[in-house]
């Protein structure tokens, strides 16, 4: 069985556009980005934006990420994978991550939350003068990593958004 990304989420003046790759199980079950409880990307990106959105419901976080002018997408348009592990993609059919960046007059970087996203995404984006920053994974599979190390790479997205 194939899983499907969700649609975008930005506006026209998005300034910073984070890409995962696939969303997990969680996710896909909730039909919400970075459902699973024990994923860092709302502590994270909060941090980003000087707001702390895990107490917020799901279509507040997202309107406040759009109000601070952060886009949400993933590299993958579909794929087949048993489980959550980006490890785990087979047959990945890209989303087309050029168009929705075309379609952005305001965007000044794109960040890549995980490997898999960097390697997938990356490429498709090189042409196109943007910042392409790649961040440490925010998913509890990427546990290497301490969580204040996790939040100092983050940090950096801030000057995007000034």
């Known amino acids: 069985m194939r899983k499907v990304s969700f649609p975008p989420v930005a506006a026209p003046d998005t300034r910073l556009l984070i890409l995962g790759s696939l969303p997990g199980e969680k996710s896909l079950e909730a039909r919400r980005y970075y459902a699973h409880p024990q994923n860092r990307f709302w502590h994270l990106i909060g941090r980003v934006i000087d707001m702390e959105l895990e107490p917020l ?19 993958v348009a579909s794929a087949r994978r048993h489980g959550s592990l980006d490890s785990a993609i087979r047959e990945a059919e890209p989303n087309p991550l050029a168009d929705l960046v075309a379609s952005l007059p305001e965007l000044r970087a794109v960040g890549f939350n995980g490997k898999t996203s960097a390697r997938l995404g990356m490429p498709q984006l090189a042409h196109t003068g943007l910042a392409l920053i790649p961040l440490p994974s925010s998913s509890p599979a990427h546990a290497s990593m301490r969580l204040a190390e996790k939040e100092k790479l983050w940090d950096r997205l801030r000057e995007f958004l000034a």
């Open 57 to 75: 419901n799901y279509e507040a976080r997202l309107q406040a990420l759009l109000a601070a002018k952060v886009g949400l997408w993933d590299t």
